[in-house]
C-alpha cells in the first residue's frame, strides 16, 4: 500500500508562508498529484493539483497564494503556501489526484493563528 508522508506544517501568523512538503514511497512519473485540506468539522477538500509537469490548477479560494511543484525524481511533492489567512487552518495531504487515492497518510497541521 502506498502511504504518502507529509511534513512541513505548523503555527503561523496571519500573512505568513510556509511549504509543505509530500514524500512518496514510489514512482510518482505520470501521476497526477493533489493537495488536500480538512478543516475541522468539514470534508476533505482539494486544494492544488499537478497533472503533468508545469500544469497545475488551485481551488478559488488558494488560487494566487498557493504554488504546488513536484520533483519526479525525488518522488516529492511541494505546496508553497503565502498570504496564510485563518481560514486555511486544516490538515493537509497530499495524494492522486484521481478517483481512487493511495492510503492516506497522517498528514500535517497548518495552524494560521495570531
Known amino acids: 500500500q502506498v502511504q504518502p508522508v507529509e511534513s512541513g506544517g505548523g503555527l503561523v501568523q496571519p500573512g505568513g508562508s510556509l511549504t509543505l512538503s509530500c514524500t512518496v514511497p514510489?514512482?510518482?512519473?505520470?501521476?497526477?498529484m493533489g493537495w488536500y485540506r480538512q478543516a475541522p468539522g468539514k470534508q476533505r477538500e482539494l486544494v492544488a493539483s499537478s497533472t503533468s509537469p508545469g500544469f497545475t490548477n488551485y481551488a478559488g479560494s488558494v488560487k494566487g497564494r498557493f504554488a504546488i511543484s513536484r520533483d519526479n525524481r525525488k518522488n516529492t511533492v511541494s505546496l508553497q503556501m503565502n498570504s496564510l489567512k485563518p481560514e486555511d487552518t486544516a490538515v493537509y495531504y497530499c495524494?492522486?489526484?484521481?478517483?481512487?487515492?493511495?492510503?492516506w497518510g497522517q498528514g500535517t497541521q497548518v495552524t494560521v493563528s495570531s
Open positions: 514510489g514512482s510518482i512519473f505520470g501521476i497526477s
Open positions: 495524494n492522486k489526484f484521481s478517483s481512487t487515492f493511495w492510503s
